[in-house]
């Protein structure tokens, strides 16, 4: 709890008395870990909080928003961290209520630190004597902050995709290159999912503070930072649609140029077995050893039975290599 923007209690979960000293001209931060029904249900009749937020906030897994319900608004949003180790994105959600004299944060999964941006904070009471919108301003901020290591990660990502396919060894018969760039495509649609809105949660903010003001002036530097993002990320996910282009005409060159070392090496296969057949058909013909057979008996039998397997075999030969098929 802050008195004129100076923090005078760290601790309560007196949740009537936090919400009485709140209309009391204090300003109450409350930080939850998630939001259970039973307990938050508490919280939510203390602070007067309208029951469809509250039901998102329970419930979760919603699309980053801005509600507002009266004098209180309802903030959702998809904090995003990149994972080193494993090379992907992860999203959480937080969702803030602001109001006369409190705000009310709830992180599901990964988040920003809010701790440290009340620590943050504390060393500009000035802010926090004007309530909960400068404080919920440095809860967006620190999230759109956060936001950048993630875009660095994912370039780092695609950069590593790019040399794979385009080194000398490449990676287009990799089955995994497919497979990762799909996966970095979705968490580039996530990331977008996770952006877009603040676009228009931003714009409205900036339009209910009013003119040329400090509060303004700073929500602008926050939406530029946004804007900016957003057109890193579409980029990403174009330079991905490419990636995957080049990386399918790459396997389907790759199998197609099996597919013809596979077909040489049929005909090779094939000319050498119609070779070795020829003289074999000769030798199985004269070898049927029938009474009337034509030169059975003939003194020069055996060197023409010679000859003919020879000379077929030889002739088959010259044809195939004409043809290239040796």
């Known amino acids: 709890m802050y008195r004129d923007g100076v923090c005078v209690q760290t601790a309560s979960t007196d949740w009537p008395v936090l919400a009485d000293a709140a209309r009391s001209g204090n300003l109450v931060w409350i930080d939850l870990e998630g939001a259970d029904g039973v307990g938050f249900a508490r919280v939510a009749h203390a602070f007067n909080l309208h029951h469809l937020a509250v039901e998102d906030a329970v419930t979760a897994h919603q699309r980053a928003k801005l509600d507002v319900y009266g004098d209180v608004l309802f903030c959702v949003m998809r904090p995003a961290a990149y994972d080193d180790a494993a090379e992907t994105v992860v999203f959480g959600e937080l969702h803030v209520f602001t109001g006369p004299g409190f705000i009310i944060t709830i992180c599901h999964g990964q988040g920003p630190r809010i701790a440290s941006v009340r620590d943050d904070l504390d060393n500009r009471p000035e802010l926090l004597a004007q309530g909960s919108g400068p404080a919920l301003h440095a809860v967006i901020d620190r999230v759109v902050d956060e936001y950048a290591p993630v875009a660095e990660g994912i370039q780092n990502d695609i950069d590593e995709i790019e040399d794979a396919l385009f080194s000398d060894h490449g990676s287009a018969s990799d089955d995994g290159t497919s497979r990762r760039i799909y996966q970095l495509t979705r968490e580039v649609i996530g990331f977008q999912r996770a952006l877009g809105p603040l676009d228009g949660m931003i714009a409205g903010m900036m339009t209910r503070c009013g003119g040329d003001t400090d509060e303004h002036r700073y929500l602008r530097d926050i939406h530029d930072h946004v804007l900016r993002l957003l057109d890193m990320v579409e980029g990403y996910r174009q330079l991905l649609d490419n990636l995957l282009h080049v990386n399918l005409t790459l396997e ?49 039998g055996y060197l023409w039975a010679l000859f003919l397997m020879v000379v077929i075999a030889v002739g088959l030969y010259f044809i195939f290599k004409r043809r290239d098929w040796l």
């Open 252 to 300: 389907t060159k790759a199998l197609s140029e099996r597919s013809h070392a596979q077909d040489v090496q049929m005909k090779k296969v094939s000319s050498w077995a119609a070779i070795i057949f020829a003289p074999t058909l000769v030798g199985t013909i004269y070898g049927m050893n029938f009474d009337n057979m034509p030169e059975l008996h003939w003194q020069y």
